[in-house]
């Protein structure tokens, strides 16, 4: 079953991109934190810290890294944006005084894959 198939796909990419942010220094806070359903909120695959930085992670698997990057659309750009909203309120002592980033991690090529970790890969949108 496809659906099945890209989903079991997408839960192992975000463990790969979890091992990979821990060894690179990274406190894994959450995974797949979800906003309210039906709403402008989405979900945000992973949220790290590393020296006082929160980054909201977005992990997607493609066969080029171009293609990786470029899935992340503008509106699903907004949706994590307004989901780190409510990490954020629902989270204040955890998170005041941290700095907060969007990140981008791109899982591309055969077999367990390449891995690329865009920091700051967008701004938050009004």
Not at 31 to 36: A, I, P, W, Y
Not at 103 to 126: E, P, S, T
Request: hydrophobic residues 35%; contains cysteine.
């Amino acid at each position: 079953m496809r659906i099945k198939s890209n989903y079991l796909t997408g839960i192992a990419s975000e463990n790969y991109a979890k091992i990979f942010l821990k060894l690179k220094g990274y406190k894994i806070i959450s995974n797949r934190f979800k906003g309210v359903k039906g709403s402008s909120f989405g979900e945000i695959d992973i949220i790290a810290e590393k020296k006082n930085t929160i980054h909201f992670i977005e992990v997607k698997r493609r066969k080029t890294e171009i293609e990786a990057l470029e899935s992340i659309t503008p509106r699903q750009q907004q949706r994590i944006a307004n989901t780190a909203e409510l990490f954020l309120r629902k989270h204040p002592k955890e998170t005041q005084n941290k700095n907060c980033q969007f990140d981008a991690i791109a899982i591309y090529g055969k077999g367990i894959g390449k891995i690329k970790h865009l920091q700051n890969a967008w701004l938050k949108i009004n």
